[in-house]
């Protein structure tokens, strides 16, 4: 049986081996193309299979090449946006700095300039941490001017650093005076970002955004600084004084450095 089967194979063999030999002799003929087409398909198959691995190996380079091109582009934005935000700071603190030293050239009771660089942890106190103490002239009850206006006062000195109590600390009280009217309080911390004008009789015509400055009548701070402005007007909380709410000028928050000053 095995042999017959090989017999035919070869009779096959030998068929198409003479057809394409009489192919080659007389030019080309149609009645062949019947025992070559599964020659013609496995070639066109074969040339498939390369053009598609091609295309694949090149669209992969493309890839490959785009995917670097974007890092490249990501980094260089990336190190634009560093540039342009170093730049943004820079000018920030130029701004703030400038008006300190405004205060300074008006001001000879000028010390020092300073850096906040912390801030109390808890919501108990109403503090800052300066980068500067007792070897730079910085003494208790001296004054921290920010750049719009006072921040509170120096309370304990250390030799390199120092702490600041604001002036919306509950234990902070300030000598103010209404600028229009003239008329004087005390300012103490609200223990937020608001601090309370006492002592102000019942009498005195108040208007919610009138100026408070401080007065130097305590001792501590200087004379005519801008500390806020009144917000609220309540004259019905006690029996001789109206209760007046004031937000300091300077936002306390986002005060990052600020001027010493002695009394």
Known sequence: MLKKKFSIFISFILLVFALLTYQSIKGGGRFIDLPLYPLKLLERAGS??????????????????????????????????????????????????????????????????ADVFARDPTNWFQMLWIDKGSEDGIAKDMVAIASVGPAGKVQRVFTDTANVILITDVNSSVAVRLQSSRVAGILEGGGDNR??????????????????????????????????????????????????EVTPAQDLNKVEEVAIFRR
């Open 195 to 244: 601090c309370f004008l006492k002592y102000v009789s019942k009498d005195v015509d108040v208007k919610v955004g009138e100026r408070v400055v401080t007065s130097g009548l305590e001792g501590i701070y200087p004379e005519g600084l801008l500390i806020g402005y009144v917000t609220r007007v309540n004259r019905d909380g006690g029996e001789m004084f109206q209760l007046i």
């Open 48 to 113: 498939a299979v390369a053009g598609g691995v091609k295309d694949i190996f090149n669209t992969y380079i493309l890839i490959i090449g785009k995917e670097e091109e974007n890092r490249r582009l990501r980094e260089r934005l990336n190190r634009f946006e560093q540039e342009k935000n170093r730049y943004i700071e820079t000018e920030l603190e130029n701004k703030r700095l400038r008006k300190i030293l405004q205060l300074k050239s008006r001001r000879p009771e000028y010390v020092t300039t």
